[in-house]
Structures are given as C-alpha cells and as structure tokens.
C-alpha cells in the first residue's frame, strides 16, 4: 500500500543519489467516522486540520538539513526527525485493533520524520521548486550532503480519518 505514496525527485546537484518521499494526511472529523456527522464530506468541512505523516529516505550516513517544505498550497518551516522503520500507524485510530499500515517499509538507509512547524510566506527561488509547487501536493527542499535537494509527491495518500470525541 505505501508504494502508493511514494515519490523520487532530485535535482541535478545530486545526480548520484536518491532521495525517496513517502506521504500520508489522517482528517479528524467530528464524531464517528462513518457515522452521523463523520460520514462523506464531513472531512472537508472538518475545523480540525489533516494530520501530515511526511517521511524523508536517504543513503545510510548521509548529512540532512531542512529548508522549507510545501504542503497542500502552503509553504513551512520544518525539522528531521531521525525514526526507524518500519514506519507503522493504527490502521482505523477509531477502533483499537492490531491492524497497521504501513507508512514506510523496513530498510537500512536513513529515514527522517518531516515535522511541520509554522507556515511561512515564501515564493519558489527558482525554476524547478515553482514547477515542483505548481503540480505536486507536497515537495520538500532539503540539503543531503551539501547539496541542495527538492523530493515531490504527485498526491498525498489519505488515510482513514480519525474521530474527534
């Protein structure tokens, strides 16, 4: 299922390596996903913000640093978060069951948890990230050893949302 969510973009500074970008929302909507007031479109009108699960994979021992991060339309801020893998979450957060989905799969390069701090007033700085903006849900900006790096995903895969109580 993850394959779904996952993406390779690289500039021409880093013609000799890869990195990868794997992406997922959760909406929380209002009372039982499914039921009265959860169902269908509640998500859209939901006050609750989609929860982003943003993970960034590079080459084992490579030195990361984050510039910005573009996300449904805005720019941000944001940190890397070293995590293991496999990358696992509650498969319905509304019922506590043993169910996981997977979000990135086992493996022996480096994985980062993209956490999103403030958004920020920014236009793209050149001609790739104002491409990369105009036709990709996500793209996140980021330095891999020096070298100045953009990783895009075409569409963020919803998962199931999660009730607010």
């Known amino acids: ?9 690289m500039s ?7 990195v990868t970008l794997y992406a997922f929302s959760r ?3 209002p009372g039982i ?23 960034v994979e590079v ?9 910005w991060a573009f996300v449904r339309g805005q720019y941000y801020d944001y940190t890397l978060k070293k995590v293991s893998t496999p990358v696992l979450v509650d498969s319905d957060p509304g019922v506590p069951t043993e169910k996981k989905e997977t979000l990135v799969p086992k493996t022996g390069n480096d994985v980062y948890g993209i956490i999103l701090g403030d958004v920020k007033a920014q236009t793209p700085s050149d001609d ?6 105009a036709n990709h849900e996500a793209v996140i900006s980021l330095l891999v050893d020096k070298a ?11 998962l199931r949302p999660a009730a607010a109580m």
């Open 1 to 9: 299922m993850a394959a779904l969510a996952v993406a390779t973009a």
């Open 12 to 18: 021409s500074a880093m013609a000799d390596s890869t």
């Open 27 to 29: 909406a929380t909507v």
């Open 33 to 55: 996903p499914g039921g009265p007031g959860g169902a269908g479109g509640a998500a859209a009108s939901s006050p609750f913000p989609p929860k982003y699960y943003l993970y």
């Open 59 to 67: 080459k084992p021992g490579s030195r990361v640093a984050a510039q």
């Open 128 to 133: 790739q990230a104002k491409e990369l903006t």
């Open 148 to 158: 100045s790096a953009y990783v895009s995903i075409q569409s963020i895969k919803a």
